[in-house]
């Protein structure tokens, strides 16, 4: 049983997507179908300054320097340790320094008290990430950008479908990036957004994606090259079609795993988003099998589990120079050690379901007490 599991679309869907681009024969460059599917996601996010990007990672680049931060400058941004890699390598890529501070206890998101106490004269932004599309504490953290002045950027990678007070939650801050990787709730196989709050910073992403171009013959700002292909926006716009359907479907299946396991002692669940995007466990004291104990016994059953987000950025070798230290992360390095993400993706069922959380109940009976 896979853990996750790529949303592709209806084939045919995504060949009448392809003929339209074979009959342009624009293949790149902002064609008809990379066009349509920038409309169509700015209208299902209500966030009309959308920018497509040809990966998450660029995204997040792209929403730093759209919302003002110069790279190379040698100052820092405040972050969390608790994500994927990539949130801290597109700091270090930019030429800036990576500052972690603790996450909440329950939520695994930045602690806007955490970031305010790391802040100095060499602040340059505050990065925090919605993990697993569970809101930030976003009216903590507008109130530090309205105290601050300093630019304010989400990783929304998780969040396509998850929404905070009615709102998308990428259209939150100065900007957010989006990733449409072919593991994400929504994909494009590759791809990514930035979502911006003014049409300053968002005319700021349009140029940078596109090598810095202002019109045809006007460089105004650096760039790179970081627009989405046709082929790529071909499946996203057959995968919009079917966004919802799947949507609801993984609702249901986050709502069975925490009906079968909630009372079951020794584990919890941490906030997901609407959209959920990851189903992660925590495993704690109380229940007989250690968390590295659990994910053995979960993949000798044919239950392919990730520890997410398992190690902390700061324990990978490339990143050990920035680690803060020992102790000062103590929330993160909990988790880190506790949670397992379960299954959870748009090919799995109901019964399948009930075969993870059946394992997992049955080691939580008394006979297996000995095994602690």
């Given amino acids: 049983m896979k853990v996750t599991s790529p949303l592709l679309p209806p084939l045919d869907a995504v060949k009448r997507n392809l003929d339209r ?58 972050t969390t340790a608790y994500s994927y890699a990539a949130t801290a390598q597109v700091i270090l890529q930019m030429g800036l320094t990576p500052v972690f501070t603790d996450v909440d206890a329950g939520t695994a998101n930045l602690s806007p008290r955490e970031v305010y106490k790391a802040i100095t004269p060499r602040t340059r932004a505050i990065l925090p990430v919605h993990c697993y599309g569970a809101a930030c504490d976003v009216e903590g953290f507008e109130a530090l950008r309205r105290e601050t002045k300093l630019p304010l950027v989400y990783d929304a990678s998780h969040c396509f479908g998850a929404l905070h007070q009615g709102r998308s939650l990428a259209a939150f801050g100065d900007a957010a990036s989006l990733s449409f990787h072919a593991t994400k709730v929504f994909n494009t196989i590759e791809g990514g957004a930035i979502v911006c709050s003014t049409p300053k910073i968002h005319e700021r992403a349009k140029r940078w994606r596109n090598f810095g171009y202002a019109g045809e013959t006007n460089i105004d700002d650096v760039g790179i090259n970081a627009k ?145």
């Fill in 228 to 372: 989405m292909s046709e082929l790529h926006a071909a499946v996203g716009l057959a995968n919009l079609d079917i966004i919802d359907a799947a949507l609801d479907h993984r609702h249901a299946l986050m709502k069975r795993y925490q009906d079968a396991l909630g009372d079951v002692s020794g584990l919890s669940f941490l906030p997901v988003g609407q959209n959920a995007p990851y189903c992660p466990l925590m495993v704690g004291d109380a229940f007989p099998l250690s968390r590295d104990e659990t994910y053995g016994r979960l993949r000798d059953a044919g239950i392919t589990v990730r520890r997410y987000f398992y190690p902390l950025i700061t324990d990978f070798a490339a990143f050990k120079a920035f680690a803060p230290d020992p102790g000062t992360l103590p929330e993160a390095t909990r988790l880190a050690a506790q949670v397992i993400s379960l299954p959870l993706h748009h090919d799995l069922t109901l019964d399948d379901v009930a075969f993870v959380a059946d394992a997992l109940t049955s080691w939580a009976a008394p006979k297996y007490h000995h095994l602690k």
């Fill in 21 to 78: 681009i074979w009959d342009s024969e624009h293949v790149t460059n902002f064609g008809s179908v990379h066009v349509d599917l920038e409309t169509k996601i700015s209208q299902y996010l209500n966030a009309p300054h959308t920018s497509l990007i040809a990966n998450g990672t660029l995204a997040l680049m792209g929403a730093l320097t759209a919302a003002g931060v110069r790279a190379g400058d040698g100052g820092e941004i405040i």
